[in-house]
């Protein structure tokens, strides 16, 4: 495991510039690295959350879990075959550290599931998988600076960052999903932002000049 940090590396980022979709480059501020031990996924959540580096991703993984035991009509319905695999996976037992690949967290299986049971605007910027992820049945506040927006990617596949979006950053088409099971109290949560399909352009000066925080702290 990599030893314990936190620090900013500026124009450090190539490792992961490419995982993200490239539309969105000139929106990030900044790439947010955390420990990759299974649970990266889940730490990204957490500090996009504000909890503590060390088990943060215990109390994301146990809230999913609750969400998904408490509502089990409904993601049975979202999930489908996804279900079992999903309750497995976000399941945590008391002294677990790491994970195992079928604990990873997974979009976009996850997604609603994630924005559901944390009241967040979820952004998956993975490179040709970008979507965006809304609550379900929660009312959204009427200040769009009061709706928390946790954006992430995945890089090849084995380890999650999150990225911290510039203001006003436009966001990815939403996943279709959310239209066919969002309950009508949460129909506000897409007002007031800007949506937009992918289309390839050139960013790669944009890349090389995003910081990277480290917060690979296990």
Not at 110 to 125: E, P, R, Y
Not at 192 to 205: E, K, L, N
Request: contains cysteine; glycine residues 6%; proline residues 6%.
């Amino acid at each position: 495991m990599r030893r314990a940090s936190r620090r900013t590396q500026s124009g450090s980022n190539m490792a992961y510039g490419h995982c993200l979709e490239p539309d969105w480059l000139p929106h990030v501020d900044a790439i947010i690295d955390v420990v990759s031990d299974g649970n990266c996924g889940y730490r990204c959540i957490a500090s996009g959350l504000g909890l503590a580096d060390v088990d943060g991703w215990r109390i994301v993984r146990r809230r999913m879990y609750d969400e998904i035991i408490g509502y089990e009509y409904l993601w049975r319905e979202v999930l489908g075959s996804s279900f079992e695999p999903v309750k497995n996976a976000v399941h945590c037992p008391e002294k677990q550290e790491g994970a195992s690949f079928k604990e990873w967290l997974t979009l976009p299986d996850m997604g609603l599931l994630v924005s559901t049971a944390f009241n967040v605007i979820l952004v998956n910027l993975s490179h040709g998988s970008a979507s965006t992820f809304l609550p379900l049945r929660s009312t959204p506040t009427s200040s769009l600076h009061n709706r928390l927006i946790i954006a992430m990617a995945n890089e090849r596949n084995i380890h999650w960052v999150r990225v911290q979006l510039r203001v006003n950053a436009p966001l990815p088409s939403l996943y279709p999903s959310w239209d066919r099971y969002v309950e009508d109290c949460a129909k506000g949560w897409r007002d007031g932002f800007v949506f937009r399909d992918i289309t390839p352009i050139a960013t790669a000066d944009h890349a090389a000049t995003i910081p990277v925080v480290d917060l690979d702290t296990p």
